[in-house]
């Protein structure tokens, strides 16, 4: 049998409630077929709290070893000043993010059928967004100076390299491709000239290879409208890394809800493990409770077994969160541990 080296971050809140069930119905869909070494790593927000350490290099040099990562949600409750400055997403998340190259945050969102999307009208929404990883204002290089002062000064910077820009663009361009071929470039080249005009030139670039491809330019303030008045007209968009992260956010909720949505982080170029992850965090809210909805820590596994060269256990998942949702509406609101126990037995029968 193969085997799959994975590394497992449940992290904090209801990470670990997701993960558990994502690893149930994992186990379930690759049967006797693939063998799953796990490595948990305890890895987050209370992790920190209780040691001191968020990120070591020993760890992360273990971490960057695995075939992939499968990752919870990271960080505590935003309220929480002993966590303030976000030093575990930082320190952590985007520590892993940039450290592993992973260039490509692939998010897709799909309205399933019989899921109740908060749009009167959803139409057909099946749509990707690429959003570029590891650059833009997420680099970190801002600073500040007269602290505290009346005059204090506050930068954020945001990065864009040629090679950057480029190496997402293309990604983007490569999966219009095997897609419904249209691609919307999302940005703000009206205010942010520099960034926005070389995203601009290197779309119309990689363009010029991708004859079959109809290229589309939105703002990203127009954006939120449409993904709101008509998400049906989307197909792939490729952004940079802050638009990503919110028009994601917002993707999600249009698709039926952040606990379905699914993410990863990928370097293509297969030289770092690819990790994946719900798009949602840690939601101290609910956490405890058991009632967080592990659809989206699920999909993220199964893009993690698509990704790792295992499509049809992948596709097992798909199927079986796709019966599962189609089974929701108007029934009782169940546990986490019952959604996915009613994944798993669904993936079971297509084995
Ligand atoms: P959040 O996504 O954790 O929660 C937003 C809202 O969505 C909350 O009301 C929450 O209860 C709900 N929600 C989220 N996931 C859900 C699920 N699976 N089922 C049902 N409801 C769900 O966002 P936040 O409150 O802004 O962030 C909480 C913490 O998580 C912060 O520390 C933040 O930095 C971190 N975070 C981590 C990641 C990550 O690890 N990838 C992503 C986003 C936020
Ligand atoms: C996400 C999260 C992260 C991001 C945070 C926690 C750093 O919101 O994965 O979408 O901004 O990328
Ligand atoms: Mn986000």
């Known amino acids: ?186 940005h703000k080249t009206n205010v942010l000239v520099h960034a926005g005009s070389l995203w601009q030139r290197t779309v119309d670039r990689v363009a010029a290879e991708h004859p079959e491809v109809r290229v589309d330019y939105l703002h990203v303030d127009a954006t939120m409208i449409f993904l709101v008045t008509d998400p049906a007209r989307f197909d792939v968009i490729v952004t940079d890394n802050l638009f990503g992260d919110i028009v994601t956010d917002l993707a999600g909720a249009v698709g039926g809800g952040i606990g379905i949505a699914a993410s990863g982080n990928l370097d293509p170029s297969g030289a770092h493990p690819s990790m994946f992850e719900p798009v949602h965090g840690s939601a101290p809210d609910i956490a405890g409770r058991g009632i967080a909805d592990p659809t989206a820590a699920i999909l993220s596994a199964a893009l993690l077994l698509r990704h790792t060269g295992h499509p049809e256990a992948a596709e097992r998942i798909e199927r079986a969160v796709e019966a599962d949702l189609a089974s929701r509406s108007g029934a009782e609101a169940r546990s986490t541990e019952a959604i996915g126990a009613s994944i798993a037995a669904a993936v079971r029968q297509y084995s």
């Open 1 to 186: 049998t193969r085997t799959l080296d994975l590394a497992v971050i449940p992290g904090d809140g209801i990470g670990p409630e997701v993960i558990g069930e994502a690893l149930t119905v994992m186990r379930a869909a690759v049967g006797e077929s693939l063998e799953v070494r796990e490595t948990h790593y305890p890895l987050g927000a209370s992790h920190y709290l209780a040691t001191g350490e968020i990120l070591s290099d020993d760890t992360l040099a273990a971490l960057g070893q695995h075939d992939a990562i499968l990752l919870g949600a990271v960080g505590g409750d935003p309220r929480d000043p002993t966590l303030a400055g976000g030093i575990i997403e930082r320190g952590l998340l985007l520590k892993l993010r940039f450290a592993l190259d992973h260039h490509v945050n692939l998010r897709p969102t799909r309205l399933y059928p019989g899921v109740s999307s908060p749009l009167a009208s959803p139409g057909d929404i099946d749509f990707v967004v690429v959003r570029e990883g590891t650059e833009g204002p997420y680099v970190g290089n801002g600073g500040a100076i007269r602290v505290g002062t009346p005059h204090e000064v506050a930068n954020e910077t945001s990065v864009n390299t040629a090679y950057g820009v480029e190496r997402v663009v293309r990604f983007a361009f490569a999966e219009a491709e095997r897609r419904r071929k249209k691609l919307t470039l999302v």
